[in-house]
T-cell receptor, first 112, second 113 residues
Framework: EPEVTQTPSHQVTQMGQEVILRCVPI?????FYWYRQILGQKVEFLVS????????KSEIFDDQFSVERPDGSNFTLKIRSTKLEDSAMYFC??????????FGDGTRLSIL | GDSVTQMEGPVTLSEEAFLTINCTYT??????LFWYVQYPGEGLQLLLK?????DKGSNKGFEATYRKETTSFHLEKGSVQVSDSAVYFC????????????FGTGTRLQVFP
């Protein structure tokens, strides 16, 4: 069964540094999402992306965050200047529309 | 805004016991409802879904019925196995696939032999 793949599985970064989290959605999916889960807390929506633009973003998704689909396969989340509170598990998801979202295994981001 | 409330865990059961994990929601419209499961070290996997009132989603022996009158979507399984040990998330979205998911806090299930 096709899967959403995320790399790296664990990223350790110094506070203030830029980080890029990568995702390869399922190939025929059109809708793409990023969520995050701070340790011990609920999974929170960050942003959705369709037709090469952001469809919706949450309050968490401030100017430090950006998303991009640089080619036909990758979907990236960039955090420009990381803060300690950005430490979390980040999940990418994709869907065809009218079908449930499929999630990757996540990237654990640790900010030191 | 829309929200999902789940019972707190952990839920600890012996193998073959009956499982219920409660989930209630608040939504302005008629959302689609989902249960996702997260096994240790893995991502979120869709367990089951229901898209309208009185729909029953089922998969792998798990069931949940969309109850509009009580705004609930409780997860049940008649006989749990050790391999069911995981974190279970209830979620809703405005549509089946196009809109963001709003998750509950998750309920950890531990099943002992």
């Amino acid at each position: 069964e096709p899967e959403v793949t995320q790399t790296p599985s664990h990223q350790v970064t110094q506070m203030g540094q830029e980080v890029i989290l990568r995702c390869v959605p399922i190939s025929n999916h059109l809708y793409f999402y990023w969520y995050r889960q701070i340790l011990g807390q609920k999974v929170e929506f960050l942003v959705s992306f369709y037709n090469n633009e952001i469809s919706e973003k949450s309050e968490i998704f401030d100017d430090q965050f950006s998303v991009e689909r640089p080619d036909g396969s990758n979907f990236t989340l960039k955090i420009r200047s990381t803060k300690l509170e950005d430490s979390a598990m980040y999940f990418c998801a994709s869907s065809r529309g009218q079908q449930p979202q499929h999630f990757g295994d996540g990237t654990r981001l640790s900010i030191l | 805004g829309d929200s999902v409330t789940q019972m707190e865990g952990p839920v600890t059961l012996s193998e073959e016991a009956f499982l219920t994990i409660n989930c209630t929601y608040t939504a302005t419209g008629y959302p689609s409802l989902f249960w996702y499961v997260q096994y240790p070290g893995e991502g979120l996997q869709l367990l089951l879904k229901a898209t309208k009132a009185d729909d029953k989603g089922s998969n792998k022996g798990f069931e949940a019925t969309y109850r509009k009158e009580t705004t609930s979507f409780h997860l049940e399984k008649g006989s749990v196995q050790v391999s069911d040990s995981a974190v279970y998330f209830c979620a809703l979205s405005d549509t089946v696939g196009n809109d963001k998911l709003i998750f509950g806090t998750g309920t950890r299930l531990q099943v002992f032999p």
